[in-house]
């Protein structure tokens, strides 16, 4: 039956009989989720600074105004969809772990 470790200790588990998938999906997240926050206002400044080169008369630009709403609401977009792929597999996992547990009681 397999149980719940820590990291370590379950990366050194050659026979697999311990899960570590809930785990590595929390540090993915995590990594993923402060580079993304990170990275928005970079990439924000960076497109605006190469959009406004073109615009050096000082006249209103739509898509100034939209590199700077757009950018954010695509990464805050990028948080969610990640967020739903990992939980696809953690559920997958779930599912692994309750079909072992359902044939070992049996």
Do not use: C
């Amino acid at each position: 039956m397999r149980t719940e470790t820590g990291l370590i200790r379950g990366l050194l588990d050659f026979r697999f009989r311990k899960y570590i998938s809930r785990q590595v999906v929390a540090s993915v997240y995590a990594f993923a989720f402060i580079l993304i926050v990170i990275a928005t206002p970079f990439m924000t400044y960076y497109l605006y600074s190469l959009e406004a080169k073109n615009y050096l008369d000082g006249t209103f630009q739509p898509k100034l105004i939209l590199i700077i709403i757009g950018v954010p609401i695509a990464a805050f977009g990028l948080i969610i969809l990640l967020r739903l792929q990992l939980e696809r597999y953690v559920a997958i996992i779930n599912t692994a772990e309750n079909t072992e547990k359902f044939h070992t009681d049996n």
